[in-house]
């Protein structure tokens, strides 16, 4: 199926470090998007970038995305123990739906 | 505002119960999706609809899975004869309109069946 697939990782970083976490998809999209999900509840929307877009910030967080290698990534820059969640990309075919990946689970330790 | 809000937060019932979970997308958005996520499957797309209209339920599971909306606002999502690997968390979302672009997601609701 048509999945946005993250880099299966585990992360475990110091506060103040940045983390990235990787995105990769399977044909051409409308968009893509960043979700956070605390505690396996509600998830939050954090950034879309467009597939004419190549970067795009948003607070501490820096999007990319390379329709040529159909991947994307996400940065979190100085990091805070507050932004320890999973984090979701998410694309979107034209097709009325999200096809979620199956998420990176990020650990800030104060 | 009031975002999206789900009933129960948390459920547990029996194998072969019927359970009827609720979304109360945010208001004037007229796209309404349902998701689930479980341990095995991540989050899968179950339905969506525009306005009161569900153009595509590829994504339900079973025919034991229905859903509907009502009055372009609240939904129902009916599962019918649950069986154990329907426990999962369902997540309802909305957004302004079908491909819009960002979706509004609600808290879920955590499905058990024993």
């Known amino acids: 199926s048509q999945q946005g697939e993250e880099d299966p990782q585990a992360l475990s970083i110091q506060e103040g470090e940045n983390a990235t976490m990787n995105c990769s998809y399977k044909?051409?999209?409308?968009?893509l998007q960043w979700y956070r999900q605390n505690s396996g509840r509600g998830l939050v929307h954090l950034i879309l970038i467009r597939s004419n877009e190549r970067e795009k910030h948003s607070g501490r967080l820096r999007v990319t995305l390379d329709t040529s290698k159909k991947s994307s990534s996400l940065l979190i820059t100085a990091s805070r123990a507050a932004d320890t969640a999973s984090y979701f990309c998410a694309t979107d075919y034209g097709n009325n739906r999200l096809a979620f990946g199956k998420g990176n689970q990020v650990v800030v330790i104060p | 505002g009031a975002g999206v809000s789900q009933s129960p937060s948390n459920k547990v019932t029996e194998k072969g119960k019927d359970v009827e979970l609720r979304c109360d997308p945010i208001s004037g958005h007229t796209a309404l999706y349902w998701y689930r996520q479980s341990l095995g499957q991540g989050l899968e797309f179950l339905i969506y609809f525009q306005g009161n209209s569900a153009p595509d339920k590829s994504g339900l599971p079973s025919d034991r899975f229905s859903a509907e909306r009502t009055g372009g606002s609240v939904s129902t999502l009916t599962i019918q004869r649950t069986q154990q690997e329907d426990s999962a968390v369902y997540l309802c979302a909305s957004s302004f309109g079908v491909g819009a672009g960002e979706q509004y997601f609600g808290p879920g609701t955590r499905l058990t069946v024993t």
């Open positions: 044909t051409s999209i409308n968009n």
